[in-house]
């Protein structure tokens, strides 16, 4: 295998592609593809047009890849944007893709990384910043991802708890991103737990209904974010509510706890307080220390330290944030708050328009300006 010339003839590739029509990202995606296919293929059958084959199957993996973005989209147009409940009515190959693309052959890192470019539509950017790690490392990752797989029979589903986790990534983009995927994944999740009779496949349906249930509230008219404290409870929807509750419990029950039933236990709690003054923190903060031990997540722990800031004051929860590293996201934003509650306004209105500035989406960087604004006009400057 001559792979100077595999890397000479890759700009060229790239060229006619992007000339063809297709936009660069998916143009990089298909020649990456075409590469894999060549390394594979080129050794026992080296082609007469090196040039030509690449550009061939490269066109041929773009037109594969869009078909499939188009197929994956109208799908989601099929999906109402409040999920009926009870069981899916229908069932289509998603979900299975889903499993095939969680390869054993992957460690399950990767295998979500993969899983979530190839079926869920998220782009590299989205997938590093879920896994809070620079974009480049992300696309080495699913570049490699690619390459293990490529040639591989896919007749061994992958397990249980990866797919999990990229049901539970397409939901948070959809939910909190660019891009609506949410119902989506609640659609496959209902399908799962279906098939499978498995406490954290239930757990995370509820917990997806139970964050779900807030969709309507979660922005006000002008598009802009309403805080969950700010939310018109009046709003959520009762019924996601009391479905989302009734399988959480009957998962709880059975004595096999995992980190999706801890986190729908607290968005539960969430859900059951009638007003944001009710919630019952002192619960809430045993939850997260559940849901620490369960996956040491710094993410978990920045949560659990605004819990600890609402139920035993804001000074805990500034000790509480201390410990953590103050590079994580939204750590600047939870620094922000807590000192608000504090009563250290100078200091939260710094805080807020440092947060605005790393910010991970629009809507989130214009909330944080307004809460720089609100404190600055109030003489926090």
Not at 30 to 40: G, H, K, N, S
Not at 117 to 142: D, F, H, K, N, S
Request: charged letters at 25%; one cysteine or more.
């Amino acid at each position: 295998m001559n792979e100077v010339l595999l890397r000479s003839l890759t700009p060229s590739v790239l060229g006619i592609l992007v000339r063809r029509g297709a936009d660069f990202a998916a143009a990089e995606d298909a020649v990456q593809d075409a590469l894999v296919e060549a390394v594979r293929v080129w050794p026992a059958d080296p082609p007469r047009d090196p040039k030509g084959w690449l550009v061939t199957v490269a066109w041929r993996r773009f037109l594969d890849a869009t078909r499939a973005d188009a197929a994956r989209r109208r799908r989601e147009d099929r999906v109402d944007e409040e999920p009926a409940p009870g069981p899916a009515p229908s069932v289509d190959d998603t979900l299975q893709l889903y499993f095939l693309c969680a390869h054993p052959s992957l460690t399950p890192s990767s295998a979500v990384a993969l899983t979530l470019r190839a079926v869920g539509g998220l782009t590299t950017r989205q997938i590093a910043q879920a896994y809070l790690v620079p974009e480049a490392t992300m696309a080495q990752r699913i570049s490699r991802a690619k390459r293990t797989v490529s040639g591989v029979r896919f007749d061994q589903p992958g397990d249980v708890a990866t797919v999990l986790r990229v049901l539970y990534l397409v939901f948070n983009e959809g939910y909190s991103g660019d891009i609506d995927l949410a119902a989506e994944a609640i659609r496959l999740t209902r399908q799962l737990a279906a098939a499978i009779d498995h406490p954290e496949v239930a757990g995370l349906l509820a917990l997806m209904l139970l964050h779900h249930a807030r969709r309507a509230a979660r922005t006000a008219p002008d598009g802009s974010l309403v805080t969950l404290a700010e939310q018109d409870r009046g709003r959520w929807d009762t019924e996601s509510i009391a479905e989302g509750v009734e399988i959480l419990q009957a998962a709880l029950a059975r004595d096999r706890l995992g980190e999706f039933q801890a986190q729908a236990a607290i968005a539960a709690l969430h859900a059951d307080a009638r007003t944001a003054q009710e919630t019952d923190w002192v619960q809430i903060v045993e939850w997260y220390d559940e849901l620490a031990r369960l996956t040491d997540s710094p993410v978990v722990r920045l949560n659990r330290a605004v819990a600890v800031g609402e139920a035993d004051g804001p000074r805990a929860g500034l000790a509480a944030l201390a410990a953590l590293d103050d590079t994580l996201p939204r750590h600047t934003a939870v620094a922000a708050y807590l000192h608000e509650r504090d009563g250290n306004l100078t200091t939260a209105a710094q805080l807020y328009t440092e947060a605005a500035q790393k910010a991970p989406n629009l809507a989130e960087r214009d909330h944080l300006t307004r809460q720089a604004a609100r404190l600055n006009a109030r003489g926090g400057r």
